[in-house]
């Protein structure tokens, strides 16, 4: 019966507590996230942000864009001081959908490499992936590889494996094709690449290498902080995966590997944006950027100044400084060439 009470009085404390939290004084020493990021790692940062400044971290989780349609729904009203979501795709998303303002600092233009950050300050990067080409290290050498252009060769038929169109990750990639070879060259290359796949579109990321370790494709298009995920896997046969597969950056003769980032934004209706600022100032600081690598396997913002082990064993690599403004600009266009692609 005391067990039954003191759930009954959990409830009601929660309840509470979802029922006041759209009240919260402005100014009050706390700052409103909702995030995409789905981290045990990052709850961990904002406890020690929290212990350093005293700023309480309220989270809501859920999906990017059930996040940025919930913002809009609230309006004013929103409890929500910061959006954090991954790729730059979604936070230009919910820049053109009106929901964040712009929110400077010179920590920030300090931290962030303009390429990474909305010029007017609506959101800022704080981790860096990079989509990269995964390859059975059985059946693939490095040297058979080079660029994601060459991927359209026929000499690849019934070898590449890719997700679906729909994920915002193959659209930021293409779109970055686009805004580097053109709309008829991405077009082109598109359609090349869904007739060289293995089997149609399907899965995520790490399906993909999964699907390379069991024979079904030699090469994945995939971002690199999956394989941190199976390699740091408690499921032995992940760890087999990763073991089985190889990382290789393309285009390191010309523009550099595509790169794209999780990110955040300061929402317009927000109640606390100096603490929202303080926030970001803090995930784009250096205790922050040294524990993403070794927790949730993303690159620092320079991608070059990293100690983790696993991310150095991938080898240094050249990042394209396209503007990752531009993959958001180009979003429309490249769901367009997926779709005549025929790339599910």
């Given at each position: 019966m005391k067990t039954?009470?003191?759930s009954y009085n959990s409830i009601i404390n929660i309840s509470f507590a979802v029922f006041a939290f759209s009240f919260l004084p402005a100014n009050a020493q706390e700052v409103t996230l909702y995030s995409h990021r789905h981290y045990e790692a990052d709850d961990k940062l904002y406890e020690k942000f929290t212990k350093a400044t005293g700023i309480k971290v309220n989270v809501v989780k859920a999906s990017a864009d059930a996040l940025i349609e919930r913002i809009k729904a609230e309006g004013k009203e929103s409890p929500a001081d910061l959006l954090i979501a991954a790729d730059a795709g979604r936070l230009v998303r919910a820049q053109d959908a009106g929901i964040l303002q712009s929110a400077t600092s010179s920590k920030l233009e300090k931290q962030v490499p303009k390429n990474m950050r909305d010029e007017e300050g609506h959101w800022y990067g704080f981790t860096v992936r990079s989509r990269v080409l995964i390859y059975s290290k059985d059946r693939i050498k490095p040297s058979q590889l080079s660029t994601y252009e060459d991927l359209a060769d026929p000499k690849w038929k019934g070898k590449l494996l890719a997700r679906s169109s729909s994920n915002i990750y193959n659209q930021s990639l293409l779109a970055s094709i686009?805004?580097?070879n053109g709309k008829q060259g991405a077009a082109k290359w598109a359609a090349a690449v869904r007739k060289n796949m293995a089997r149609?579109?399907?899965g995520s990321d790490r399906d993909q290498m999964r699907a390379v370790a069991a024979g079904i494709g030699d090469v994945a298009i995939a971002n690199t902080y999956?394989?941190?995920l199976l390699v740091n896997s408690s499921n032995p046969k992940d760890r087999e995966?990763?073991?089985k597969v190889g990382v290789f950056f393309p285009n390191q003769?010309?523009?550099?590997?595509h790169v794209n980032i999780s990110g955040g934004g300061v929402v317009k209706w927000s109640k606390n944006k100096a603490n929202a600022i303080k926030l970001l100032e803090f995930l784009t600081g250096s205790e922050a950027q040294n524990q993403f690598p070794v927790t949730t396997y993303e690159?620092?913002?320079e991608v070059s100044s990293t100690d983790s082990p696993l991310l150095k064993s991938w080898g240094k690599f050249k990042a394209d400084s396209l503007a990752l403004s531009e993959l958001g600009k180009l979003n429309a266009e490249a769901v367009k060439v997926f779709a005549l692609a025929n790339w599910k």
């Open positions: 039954l009470f003191k686009i805004a580097n149609p579109p399907e999956y394989v941190g995966v990763a073991e003769s010309g523009r550099g590997a690159f620092p913002l």
